[in-house]
């Protein structure tokens, strides 16, 4: 059986641009989607509800795959004003009986596993900074650029969205506004205390996210997928 949970908290800004959504199939397959709109404006905040909707529905049939890049498809043109709103995001499909649950990600949005000793990133995040990382530039050099996005969600491309298999029987899919404002030793120790209730660690998760120097907190969403 599986079992979710998912939660969003509203940051510091006006509005909340992160929406999440879960869907489930007549047989039990789960699709799930987190999708983290880049920048806020009402418009953002009305968008990435309808996109998280589409990707979590279409995983479900589909895969995270094709529920992404028809999510990306409702973006994909600036509009008339040109500004069409753009998010990052990640998706996944579980089946009730499956080994394996299959992850896509574009952006900085996360997909984590608990294999109830240990917490995984299954994801690397596409970012400049974490390209610098990759190819040995100094920390402190590549942490400055973590917010330069090397792809979004409106511009993905089955080359840009990345796939990931994961056999843990909890997974976690989380917006940067849970993974950027707590600490990996804090996000593991809460898997830890909530890994028997799905909705209680997702509701932890975007709790514990703390502001940063300058008073700013992000949107902070997360979904736990758990199957028994």
Known sequence: MIITGHATREGTAADNADACRVYTL??????????????HGLHTSRTVPLLAETAARIA???GPLSGLLTAAELIADPGIDGEE???????ARVYPDGDVAVVNWTGDARAYGWDGTRL??????????????????ALEIAEAHDNWLRTSL???????VYTAGIKDKLIILSSDGVHDQITPAAL????????DDPQALAGALVAAAQPDADGYRDDATAIVITQS
């Open 85 to 91: 709103a753009d998010a990052v995001a990640v998706a």
């Open 120 to 137: 995984r990133l299954y994801s690397n995040d596409h970012t400049v900074g974490q390209q610098l990382r990759a190819n040995g530039i």
């Open 154 to 160: 409106a511009r993905a491309t089955v080359g840009t």
């Open 60 to 62: 479900a049939r589909r």
């Open 26 to 39: 007549a047989d039990g397959t789960v699709g799930a989607a987190v999708i983290d709109g880049i920048g």
């Open 188 to 195: 593991e120790n809460l898997v830890r205390d909530h890994a």
